[in-house]
Structures are given as C-alpha cells and as structure tokens.
C-alpha cells in the first residue's frame, strides 16, 4: 500500500460512516438520484465519494496509479467540471461525465464517468486517462503496474468474496462460490479475484465489483486487502501492454450500499443486474426457448446418424407445431442452418427455400428465430476469411490448421481482438435483417488462443505472453463491444454466450448487455473417471429422461441469489412419462427456461401437459423473475423446496423429492390466495393460508416425484407475455 494513501485513508477509517463534508475552499462536483450522492473535490488525495442518503454508509476512493513512461503516476485532479449535459440511456439510466486535469501532471487528464438508475443505490463507474503529449502506459518490471481504486472497509466487520465462475467438475459447469473473508486475511495482504466483494456491519451492507470475465482462478484483476482493511483493485494480468499508447478507459466497476444486511445487498444487487445493468431489456425477459441441438446429438449417438440429419425443412417445421403447442417463445436452429462460417449464408443444400417457410410459420405462431454461430470460424472459401486474412489467430508464430465445423466446410480462426469484430457484428446485423431472427447463441469461444503481433493486443516490441494475455483481457471487452453494436442496430436482439465448457470467460461484463448458456448435458463419463473410448463413445453421462440431470442442472440456481437465473439459459427434458416431465417442468420455471429434445415424439399427452403448465407458468412468470429465491434442503435431498414469491404475492413454490412421503412447507413471503398446482397422479397438494397470509404447502407423494404451486395463476390458460 502506497504511504500517501495510508495517510489519507487513516483519519477516515474509525468514522466512514458518517457523510463527509468537503472543504467548499477546494470545490467539488456533486451529482446522484434519489438513493446516492456523488462528490468529487479538487485536490482531494480521494477523487470521490459514494454517500447512500437512505443510512449512513458512505464509501471514499482514491484515485489510480497508472505506470507511465516508465513510473508510477499518482495524482489529485483539479479544475473538475462536469462535461457536457448528462445523457439519459434506453435503460432509463442516467450517465454523467465529468473531466479533470492531473495537478502534479498537467498533460494528463482525466475522465470519471458515473451511470445512475433513478431509484437504484447502485452506481457504475469508470475512469478514462488520456494526454495532450505522447505519453505512454508501460510495464518496466514486466508487471502491470495499475491500481483503479483504494477504498477502506474497516467500518465493516463482515466481508464475504462472491465468485461467479468456478468450473465445477462435479457437474461440469460454472457456480456460485460465496467465501467469507476474515482478519487474517487482511493482515496477511491475501488477493481475492471477486468479482464482488460484500460487507456489512449488520446495520448496512456495501459492495464493489468490477466488470470482467475468466474462469477462476486465472484473474485479470483483484482485490488486494491490507492490514488496516483497506481493499485496493489492482490489475494482474493484460490490462494493457508496454508502450501502448492513451487515452485508456478501464472496465467498468460497481459499488453501492443498502440498509440491512448481506440478504439485503444481495436482493438489491440482483435488481440492480436484471433492470438496470443492461441496455438490452430483451436479454432479462423469461421467455421459454427450444433449441434443436439435443435431438441432433441424440440422433448421432443413439441411431449413428449424422448430426445435420435433421436440420431440414419438413423435420424443422414438424418441431414448430409441437413447440407451439407446449409454449415455446423463441425456436433455435443449432449447427448446420449455414452453408459456411464466416459468411453465413443459409444452406440451400438443407434448406433449398431458405428459412422464408420456417419464419414464416414462427411468426404465425407468434415466434422468435434463433440461430447458432461460431463466432471465431471462417471456412476456407468464405469472403470473410479472404477479406480478413490478416486476423487469422496465430500461436507462436504459427496459425492453426483449419478444422471441419460440425460437418461443414473446414475453417480458420480468426481473432475477435482485431479489425475482424466489426465485420463479425455487421455480418450478425445482416442476418438479422435477412432472416428476422433475433436471437443469437455464440458458442467455442475459448479464453485464450492468439498471441499474433499483427491485431489489436500487442506488437512485435511486446513479448508473445504480453500479446497472449492481452488477447485473453480485451476478449470479454470485444465479445461486449460486439454485442452492443448488434443491439444497437437490432434493438431487440438476445446474443447468449456458451459457457457450457470450462475456459470461457465468465463474469460480469458480457452479463451488461447478453446473457449465458450455462449447461450442455453436464459432465461426462470422464468427470467421473469411468474408462471409456473417448473416440468412439459418446461421452454424455446425464443424456436421458429422468431426474438425475434435473439435479445437475438445478444446482447453479445458487446464481439466483446474485444475479438472475434468467441470465442462466439451461434446458430440460420434454421426455415421457409424467414423472420425468414433471421434474423437468419444476425446474424450468425456477428461471433457466429452456427445453430441448425430440420434440415429435413427445406423446399427446405429454404434450399437452406441458403446454398446460407452461400456460400456467407464464402468467406469473414475471414475478418468478423478479422474486429473490428462497430454498429449503439441498438440491437432490428429500425434499428440495423452492421459494419464488414476488412483492406481488405471485409466483412458484416448487418441492421435489427423491423418497415418498408428506412434506409441509409455510412460505416467507405473503402470497395472493388464488393458486394453480401440478404435480402428476402420484401427488397430492393442499395448500391453506395462515393469517400472516403466508401459503402452507402440504404435499403427499407416493412416490419420489415433484409438486408445483403457482400463486397468482388462474385456471384460465391464456399465456402471457414476458412485459
């Protein structure tokens, strides 16, 4: 910790709590809403504060430490002034942008720039430091010398690390990990990669996150604490390379303050990321989604057929009808709707019509079209790879060998960190135009692989490791960057990245204009260290009807109490009999929403009976999104009970069980006393009211089996659309 910031920071740290008052002598800038006070002062070791106006709570940051030409710059600014009026964002937020210039570095200048929702005590930040000389970022000791933020949480006893991409092996698929973080840490000087940081003192909860994405523990930037509990974020890796030139705008980071405790932060950080993190309200909407790759999989596996066997017009338009009938929202068409990567042209070979009769039948439907993509392929003949032969990825001097694409022409891969995003988001753009669809699944985009000296992380004057952790940095940024221009363009566009594999990077920044594809089938037989031909078996071990998947894919709902598990698209079985649909159908509408399948031979019945539920479930589906979870039992125990109750009084109690038995469960929240329940013949559900208006759920299951309560849904049929 630098001696001047210890200085400042000491005479704060017994007294954080209280508002501060600046010395009106220095001048300052104050901007906020409804819940928060900005202040910055000129000549203030701490370039702003954060004041919450509904508690005490109160936050002061000190500015950066940038390494320039060789040492470390650290500064006050002076002459701060608001640029520019503030602009209001589609989202309803609120930006402002203020500028100053460094007092002991007058050629450097400095821009902090805030985004506040109106009623949100959370605010989203960055910095932009740019020169009028020639000034230069630089690495002297072959380390990133850059510090964003120093903040004192020494009023808060309580500090929790909130962890939002640990791959976990036993069910193949990124968690949540919440760990608290004790003195012994602070003394110790211990580095926490975060994201989000959590404290309290019982009375008000504070947090700070940042704006990223990697698999933990390979982290970008951290948190790194100190004994006088003062946590700085600082960069690690790749945040820039030597000699790269300014202006230099950070990644965005977060911080905001509640009355009450860590449950208390938590419902109000995941109202911050469902309404106000992103642009794009599509991306938050519960809608329900197919997608076509799970019977192209089983087809391979289970009657060694090709996997673009089915993707065809009289198959395709055979799934709609049944999609319709369950309630399906947005239909996607996995691998092979394409003639090549790169291009993207629709194959005439499998769809001689184009997708004119499938959009056509969508749209009567009252569907969306989805399509899949890779976004780093180009085949071999495609325009895209000839216009863009610069931007092929390299690795150590040497480019990849092309490789077939599910069955397609074979491609290169080109950088998504050069002059090939753009054209990747205008071809995207062009598709939408072309075929209507308006929902993007991106899939294969590892975390590392290009150390070129020829794009945009690095040149030849930088080592390749610079270059390859540069790549590694800036891709969630271009991945965002992509994204936000298609949006732009295309307003109502959804773009899901899959993260079904470890290596991908996870975190919070693509999560602020798209969301994720969290599990495929979840862990193979290698997972489990089972021998087996990994050339010639197929490698899924949760690939059949039944609960045990449910379990697997029911276990990252932990997300849920951070961030909304609508952002967590996962999909669920159709498959007979009723005991499978119906475990499948509980966990669907806890928020992951998807299904995937062979959809024409699901039996009418069961089709109906998902088309009954699903019609039920969207008539309250919104709340279900809004409402914080609340769980009773562990996921696959007897019984694992979900609470999904809005401020409303609407939403789902859901009880699964692997034994027979009664279970009685009394909701948290007060709830509307008109209700709709399911569960199949094996159970029973009665539900009553106490006089707090609480609902008590008592179910009767013969057998291992599931129960469904959705308070607020009618028996009226009619479904309702995501608002």
Same mark, same amino acid.
């Given at each position: 910790?630098?001696?001047?910031?210890?200085?400042?920071?000491?005479?704060?740290?017994?007294?954080?709590?209280?508002?501060?008052?600046?010395?009106?002598?220095?001048?300052?800038?104050?901007?906020?809403?409804?819940?928060?006070?900005?202040?910055?002062?000129?000549?203030?070791?701490?370039?702003?504060?954060?004041?919450?106006?509904?508690?005490?709570?109160?936050?002061?940051?000190?500015?950066?430490?940038?390494?320039?030409?060789?040492?470390?710059?650290?500064?006050?600014?002076?002459?701060?002034?608001?640029?520019?009026?503030?602009?209001?964002?589609?989202?309803?937020?609120?930006?402002?942008?203020?500028?100053?210039?460094?007092?002991?570095?007058?050629?450097?200048?400095?821009?902090?720039?805030?985004?506040?929702?109106?009623?949100?005590?959370?605010?989203?930040?960055?910095?932009?430091?740019?020169?009028?000389?020639?000034?230069?970022?630089?690495?002297?000791?072959?380390?990133?010398?850059?510090?964003?933020?120093?903040?004192?949480?020494?009023?808060?006893?309580?500090?929790?690390?909130?962890?939002?991409?640990?791959?976990?092996?036993?069910?193949?698929?990124?968690?949540?990990?919440?760990?608290?973080?004790?003195?012994?840490?602070?003394?110790?000087?211990?580095?926490?990669?975060?994201?989000?940081?959590?404290?309290?003192?019982?009375?008000?909860?504070?947090?700070?996150?940042?704006?990223?994405?990697?698999?933990?523990?390979?982290?970008?930037?951290?948190?790194?604490?100190?004994?006088?509990?003062?946590?700085?974020?600082?960069?690690?890796?790749?945040?820039?390379?030597?000699?790269?030139?300014?202006?230099?705008?950070?990644?965005?980071?977060?911080?905001?303050?509640?009355?009450?405790?860590?449950?208390?932060?938590?419902?109000?950080?995941?109202?911050?990321?469902?309404?106000?993190?992103?642009?794009?309200?599509?991306?938050?909407?519960?809608?329900?989604?197919?997608?076509?790759?799970?019977?192209?999989?089983?087809?391979?596996?289970?009657?060694?057929?090709?996997?673009?066997?089915?993707?065809?017009?009289?198959?395709?338009?055979?799934?709609?009808?049944?999609?319709?009938?369950?309630?399906?929202?947005?239909?996607?068409?996995?691998?092979?709707?394409?003639?090549?990567?790169?291009?993207?042209?629709?194959?005439?070979?499998?769809?001689?019509?184009?997708?004119?009769?499938?959009?056509?039948?969508?749209?009567?439907?009252?569907?969306?079209?989805?399509?899949?993509?890779?976004?780093?392929?180009?085949?071999?003949?495609?325009?895209?790879?000839?216009?863009?032969?610069?931007?092929?990825?390299?690795?150590?001097?040497?480019?990849?060998?092309?490789?077939?694409?599910?069955?397609?022409?074979?491609?290169?891969? !080109?950088?998504? $960190?050069? %002059?090939?995003?753009? &054209?990747?988001? *205008? @071809?995207? #753009?062009?598709?939408?135009?072309?075929? +209507?669809?308006?929902?993007?699944?991106?899939?294969?985009?590892?975390?590392?692989?290009?150390?070129?000296?020829?794009?945009?992380?690095?040149?030849?004057?930088?080592?390749?490791?610079?270059?390859?952790?540069?790549?590694?940095?800036?891709?969630?940024?271009?991945? !965002?960057?992509? $994204?936000? %221009?298609?949006?732009? &363009?295309?307003? *109502? @566009?959804? #773009?899901?990245?899959?993260?079904?594999? +470890?290596?991908?990077?996870?975190?919070?920044?693509?999560?602020?204009?798209?969301?994720?594809?969290?599990?495929?089938?979840?862990?193979?037989?290698?997972?489990?260290?089972?021998?087996?031909?990994?050339?010639?078996?197929?490698?899924?071990?949760?690939?059949?009807?039944?609960?045990?998947?449910?379990?697997?894919?029911?276990?990252?709902?932990?997300?849920?109490?951070?961030?909304?598990?609508?952002?967590?698209?996962?999909?669920?079985?159709?498959?007979?009999?009723?005991?499978?649909?119906?475990?499948?159908?509980?966990?669907?509408?806890?928020?992951?929403?998807?299904?995937?399948?062979?959809?024409?031979?699901?039996?009418?019945?069961?089709?109906?009976?998902?088309?009954?539920?699903?019609?039920?479930?969207?008539?309250?589906?919104?709340?279900?999104?809004?409402?914080?979870?609340?769980?009773?039992?562990?996921?696959?125990?007897?019984?694992?009970?979900?609470?999904?109750?809005?401020?409303?009084?609407?939403?789902?109690?859901?009880?699964?069980?692997?034994?027979?038995?009664?279970?009685?469960?009394?909701?948290?929240?007060?709830?509307?006393?008109?209700?709709?329940?399911?569960?199949?013949?094996?159970?029973?559900?009665?539900?009553?009211?106490?006089?707090?208006?609480?609902?008590?759920?008592?179910?009767?299951?013969?057998?291992?089996?599931?129960?469904?309560?959705?308070?607020?849904?009618?028996?009226?049929?009619?479904?309702?659309?995501?608002?």
């Amino acid at each position: 910790m630098h001696a001047r910031r210890m200085a400042a920071i000491g005479g704060l740290l017994m007294g954080l709590l209280v508002p501060m008052q600046m010395s009106a002598q220095k001048g300052e800038v104050e901007l906020g809403n409804a819940r928060v006070r900005i202040r910055l002062a000129n000549q203030s070791r701490q370039w702003w504060s954060y004041e919450a106006k509904q508690s005490a709570a109160a936050l002061q940051f000190s500015g950066p430490v940038v390494e320039i030409d060789g040492a470390p710059v650290e500064d006050t600014l002076s002459g701060l002034k608001q640029s520019g009026a503030s602009s209001r964002l589609p989202n309803g937020v609120t930006e402002y942008r203020v500028e100053g210039v460094y007092t002991h570095h007058p050629t450097l200048h400095a821009a902090l720039i805030f985004r506040l929702a109106p009623e949100s005590p959370m605010v989203r930040f960055q910095y932009e430091i740019s020169s009028v000389g020639q000034q230069k970022l630089t690495r002297a000791a072959g380390v990133d010398r850059l510090e964003y933020f120093g903040v004192s949480l020494a009023a808060f006893p309580a500090v929790r690390e909130v962890r939002f991409s640990e791959f976990q092996e036993a069910t193949h698929s990124f968690t949540l990990s919440e760990r608290v973080v004790q003195q012994k840490e602070f003394d110790n000087g211990v580095r926490l990669m975060g994201p989000l940081l959590a404290a309290s003192d019982g009375q008000a909860s504070v947090v700070l996150a940042y704006e990223h994405g990697s698999q933990a523990p390979d982290a970008f930037l951290d948190f790194r604490l100190t004994p006088g509990r003062e946590v700085e974020l600082a960069a690690v890796k790749g945040n820039c390379v030597d000699g790269q030139a300014l202006p230099y705008r950070t990644v965005w980071m977060q911080a905001g303050a509640v009355v009450g405790d860590m449950d208390a932060l938590a419902a109000a950080y995941r109202r911050f990321v469902l309404r106000e993190l992103s642009m794009s309200a599509e991306s938050r909407k519960p809608y329900i989604f197919y997608n076509t790759w799970n019977f192209q999989e089983r087809n391979k596996w289970w009657n060694q057929r090709p996997y673009l066997e089915s993707m065809n017009e009289e198959r395709i338009l055979r799934e709609i009808e049944v999609a319709h009938r369950m309630g399906i929202d947005v239909f996607v068409l996995d691998t092979g709707w394409y003639e090549r990567t790169g291009d993207w042209p629709v194959s005439l070979k499998r769809f001689p019509r184009g997708l004119g009769p499938i959009q056509e039948k969508l749209k009567a439907y009252g569907m969306r079209l989805g399509l899949w993509f890779d976004p780093t392929a180009a085949a071999l003949s495609s325009a895209m790879l000839r216009e863009h032969r610069d931007a092929v990825v390299s690795w150590h001097g040497k480019e990849g060998r092309p490789e077939e694409i599910w069955e397609t022409e074979a491609s290169h891969r !080109l950088c998504l $960190v050069s %002059r090939y995003a753009d &054209a990747f988001a *205008d @071809t995207l #753009i062009r598709v939408a135009r072309e075929t +209507g669809a308006r929902y993007f699944k991106w899939d294969a985009i590892g975390q590392y692989g290009c150390d070129s000296p020829n794009h945009n992380h690095g040149t030849a004057a930088n080592t390749a490791q610079e270059r390859a952790d540069s790549y590694a940095f800036q891709l969630p940024l271009y991945m !965002l960057r992509i $994204v936000e %221009r298609v949006q732009a &363009a295309v307003p *109502d @566009t959804i #773009i899901d990245f899959d993260i079904t594999e +470890g290596g991908r990077a996870v975190g919070l920044s693509f999560l602020s204009a798209g969301k994720y594809f969290l599990i495929n089938n979840g862990p193979y037989k290698f997972n489990y260290d089972l021998p087996m031909d990994r050339d010639k078996e197929n490698w899924n071990l949760f690939f059949w009807p039944g609960a045990a998947r449910t379990w697997i894919c029911r276990t990252p709902l932990s997300f849920d109490k951070w961030l909304p598990s609508v952002l967590f698209l996962t999909h669920y079985f159709p498959d007979d009999p009723n005991a499978s649909q119906m475990v499948n159908l509980g966990s669907l509408i806890l928020g992951q929403n998807g299904i995937w399948g062979d959809l024409p031979g699901v039996s009418a019945e069961g089709v109906a009976r998902i088309g009954e539920t699903l019609a039920h479930y969207k008539q309250v589906r919104d709340d279900i999104t809004e409402a914080w979870p609340v769980r009773a039992g562990g996921v696959c125990g007897t019984p694992e009970i979900h609470e999904k109750i809005a401020e409303t009084g609407k939403g789902a109690v859901v009880l699964f069980a692997t034994s027979p038995g009664e279970f009685t469960y009394v909701t948290s929240a007060r709830v509307v006393k008109q209700y709709w329940t399911t569960g199949g013949p094996e159970t029973k559900v009665e539900v009553d009211f106490n006089a707090q208006g609480r609902a008590r759920v008592k179910a009767l299951l013969d057998k291992p089996g599931t129960s469904i309560v959705l308070f607020g849904a009618s028996s009226e049929t009619q479904a309702a659309k995501p608002q």
